[in-house]
C-alpha cells in the first residue's frame, strides 16, 4: 500500500499535516485582536507554502512511503500519471476550499468581537458625555 501524506514544515521546522494546519486556524482565539491578526498572518504563510508545496508536488514528481519486506517504510519518488496530477489537484483545491470557510468563520468571529468592544467603548463614551453634561448642568442650577 502506498501513502501520500501531505505535510509542510513550519516556522519551528515542525511538520504539519492539513488537519493540524486547519486545527490552528480553528483554534485561534479571536478574542485577543493583537494576537489574532499576528497569528492570521503567520497562518496565512503557511497556508500559501503549503498550497504551493502541494501544487509543485501534484504537477510532477511525488514522494512516497512503501514497506519494505522487513515492515520499514521506504521513502521513493514516482512520476504522476495524469490521472493522478488530476486527482492531486483535486484534493488541493477542496482544502483550499475548506481553508477559505474556516478562515471566514474565523475572521467573522472575530469581527463580532471586535464589534462587540466597539460597541462597549461606544456606550462608556456616550456615558462620559452625559455625565460632564450633567455635571455643567448642576453648576448652573446652584
Do not use: W
Amino acid at each position: 500500500m502506498i501513502t501520500i501524506v501531505p505535510i509542510f514544515a513550519n516556522a519551528q521546522g515542525n511538520e504539519l499535516s492539513e488537519d493540524e494546519l486547519i486545527n490552528q486556524i480553528s483554534a485561534i482565539d479571536t478574542k485577543k485582536i493583537g494576537e489574532f491578526i499576528e497569528k492570521m498572518q503567520e497562518l496565512n504563510k503557511q497556508t500559501e507554502y503549503y498550497v504551493k508545496q502541494r501544487a509543485d508536488e501534484c504537477s510532477g514528481d511525488i514522494i512516497t512511503f512503501e514497506p519494505n519486506d522487513k515492515g520499514e517504510k521506504i521513502e521513493k519518488t514516482k512520476k504522476l500519471t495524469s490521472k493522478e496530477k488530476s486527482q492531486c489537484l483535486i484534493r488541493l483545491i477542496r482544502f483550499r476550499k475548506r481553508i477559505a470557510k474556516i478562515m471566514y468563520q474565523v475572521r467573522f468571529k472575530n469581527l463580532k468581537e471586535l464589534h462587540k468592544m466597539q460597541e462597549a467603548d461606544l456606550i462608556k463614551s456616550q456615558q462620559n458625555s452625559l455625565k460632564e453634561l450633567e455635571d455643567i448642568e448642576q453648576q448652573y442650577k446652584r
